[in-house]
């Protein structure tokens, strides 16, 4: 990997949703940390630090990019901070890329009204292609990844170090508390970590031990689910049914953050998981509750199939499932 002399002006955010309570985003780990491995020059800018003056945000914006002057300004958006004239100026004086990785739910309300004021668009979701060529737009196909760090070591080889035979790592939701329920009253018993659990939230390095210290790692759909149980199981399920934008399921980076940190993962299958990880070998997937019970009890049972699925997992998503890898394929489109 050899690093360019470019500089890149980073658009991002630097408190979890721009709220500093809820400690540091991603942004840093995933983008800006590894944009310095790929260019000579990166700089941020934090724009939830004008979250609410946005008219001194984008005044604050425009004269970074002059000052600095940029080969590349990424953005990595939230909602509405950043205007048609805001993008339009940039665009017009540097090259200007976006991130958007939530177009299986958010293209028709968000993304497409932004799309035409970028240089270069990336999108995670396939389907969303053809939308974006109909909009005048040639859009790059990305992916979301997972963080690589010298603290991962790959999947546990004893047997006996395992603190979890079930876990799941997630914010609870209607969804999520319903499936679990229907583990739990098959025999199920799950170890659930995230906001609304009991266990509460953990800090990304406790999450990937999590990971590696248990047997079975649910991925579990943060999307509605169209089974008639949930839907009339009560009045909340039925109304987060009827109301949310969240239709259609898309591969998140859960789904590369377990294999890398050499767990065995058990996921909700998505349409296209498959051109990424090769299920039955580099991941298991399940279809309904009864699914997940079933391939629950088998792969506790065999240990050998779930080191071979986790062992298999762990070295596809490091050769090739890393933000670096992401951002590096990225650029090079970029700079072609």
């Not at 799941?168 to 679990?180: D, H, L, T, Y």
Request: hydrophobic share 40%; glycine share 6%.
């Amino acid at each position: 990997m050899k690093r360019s002399n470019k500089r890149i002006l980073a658009v991002l955010m630097q408190w979890d949703y721009g709220d500093e309570r809820r400690g540091l985003s991603n942004d840093k780990a995933w983008f800006l940390d590894n944009f310095v491995q790929l260019a000579e020059d990166v700089q941020p800018f934090w724009y939830d630090a004008y979250l609410n003056d946005l008219p001194a945000l984008r005044k604050a914006l425009l004269e970074k990019a002059e000052t600095f002057n940029p080969d590349l300004i990424f953005f990595l958006p939230y909602t509405d901070q950043f205007d048609a004239e805001t993008l339009e100026r940039l665009k017009s004086k540097y090259t200007t890329c976006v991130w958007f990785g939530d177009d299986t739910w958010r293209f028709e309300s968000y993304s497409s009204k932004l799309a035409k004021y970028f240089t270069h668009v990336c999108t995670t979701d396939p389907f969303s292609l053809d939308k974006y060529r109909k909009l005048g737009v040639e859009p790059i196909l990305t992916q979301w990844a997972a963080q690589h760090s010298p603290a991962l070591k790959g999947p546990l080889a004893e047997e006996g170090r395992y603190s979890y035979d079930v876990s799941f790592v997630g914010a609870r939701n209607e969804v999520r508390a319903w499936f679990i329920s229907r583990l739990s009253k098959a025999g199920i018993k799950v170890e659930c970590f995230g906001a609304g659990w009991s266990n509460g939230r953990v800090t990304c390095e406790r999450m990937s031990e999590i990971f590696r210290a248990s047997r079975i790692n649910l991925n579990l759909s943060n999307s509605v689910s169209w089974d008639i149980r949930f839907i009339f199981g009560g009045l909340r399920n039925f109304l987060r049914w009827l109301v949310s934008a969240k239709t259609s399921e898309q591969i998140k980076g859960r789904n590369f953050e377990i294999p890398l940190a050499g767990g065995f993962q058990l996921t909700n299958y998505v349409i296209g998981l498959e051109k990424y990880l090769e299920i039955g070998k580099e991941v298991a997937v399940f279809t309904t509750p009864e699914d997940c019970v079933r391939q629950v009890e088998y792969y506790l049972s065999d240990k050998a199939a779930r080191s071979l699925i986790a062992a298999a997992g762990y070295e596809r998503a490091v050769k090739e499932h890393t933000y670096l890898h992401r951002l590096e394929i990225l650029l090079g489109k970029i700079w072609a």
